[in-house]
């Protein structure tokens, strides 16, 4: 996902009535560091060195509708690389949840209000959480495939069959770990494919199986990549081996 970085909203005139925009700062230390990693991981996503938050949420942070979808495409971007990084989808959703979007939409509430409005801010940082690796899972499984599809596309050609969509996990599975992600990166991964979605939305697949399946699917391929790994390094041997004689 390729997100322009957007310029200070200089070209807005800027009056005493029209000040700009600033966050509050966090109500704990944990909400402190989130921010500051979102920070980093805007940064390197955009690769535009920001001086602080400040800058960044005063040129993301705004009401205006089709800004505010800027800011959320920047939170969608965020998360992806956050979740490449190894970071867990809990700790993902707590830094979206300090990104300009969020912060914009709470700065002028009450310690009353922000509290009634928790809920829905939690749900809309963990649904751009969940639709990044969504986005992750695309992007490995187009690429294992050679075609070029969409996510719903994706979910309509393997969700009738158990088999072929178990097959695009393990494919998915054996790219991401080549790619260097972590075991515990590509198990959260697994959530989001078709399968697991399917299988926890329309059969009723409770967290414990689904958790099962995915950290056996990641061991499964682990595995295999070590035998292919010590039978290629085994195989050079005999090569080098045979033309020494």
Known sequence: VVIMAKSPKADKETTSEDAPLLPREPDTEKGQQAREQYLVLAKAALRVNFEDY?????????????DQQTAQQLDRTV???????????????????QGPYVQCETRAQSPEE????????LHY??????TAQKQRYTEYANAVTGK???????????VSSDLA???LDQQVVAAALRAGESAEAVTHLLYQGPYAQFQQGVKGMDAGSLDQYAKGTVAQVQSIQSLQISGDSGGRRKRSQSLDR
Request: aromatic share 8%; no cysteine; hydrophobic share 40%.
């Open 125 to 130: 940082a963990k649904t751009q959480v969940d």
């Open 54 to 66: 400040q800058t960044l949420f005063q040129a993301y942070a705004s009401e205006d509708p089709e």
């Open 114 to 121: 922000k509290k009634a409005a928790l809920p829905k801010l």
């Open 148 to 158: 070029i599809q969409s996510y719903a596309d994706l979910y309509r050609e393997h």
């Open 165 to 167: 969509a178990i097959q």
């Open 79 to 97: 998360a992806q690389v956050a979740l490449q990084a190894g970071h867990s989808p809990r700790q993902v959703i707590q830094f979206v949840a």
